[in-house]
């Protein structure tokens, strides 16, 4: 069965209580990330998907991470500046987040159900909210299988 995480709270980078629908209308990648992981490179293909997909209604949300290995010990602030001023990210960074708390409940409900394993796990949100498809760590932000879904998405 198809998540809808239209109505799940998150919080943003200033500690804000945000309901992911408020980017309806929108794909949305959202991916776990770290800065001190061998997939932290991921961060500069992930601003190359928002540069690349921005405009025709598209959005990475970054959510740090530091249940995998503390590869993300930082606070936000430190985070933002990491990820700006080494990967030139400027996709939206919400508050630091566990696994065991939203929106990670709802996506891993999702078809392939079960935990995240790693940092920069994607998963890939259709317009109306709906939970498309999931990534592991390894498929690149450039891989033709994640630009094709980002495609197809929001070509629906």
Known sequence: MAVNISDVMVRDAQGTPKRL????????????????CGFTRQYAGLQTLQETYGD???????FPCNDFGAQEPGSLAEIQQFCSSTYGASFPLL???????????????????????WNFEKFLVAKDGTVLARFKS???????????????????
């Open 21 to 36: 629908g408020e980017w309806a209308g929108q794909v949305l990648l959202l991916v776990n990330v770290a800065s001190r």
């Open 95 to 117: 508050d630091k987040v566990t696994m065991a708390e939203e929106p990670y409940i709802s996506l891993t409900q999702s078809e392939p159900t079960g935990p995240v394993a």
């Open 138 to 156: 390894t498929v690149e932000p450039d891989s033709s299988e994640l630009r094709s879904a980002i495609e197809a998405a929001l070509a629906a």
């Open 56 to 62: 025709q209604g598209f959005t990475v949300l970054g």
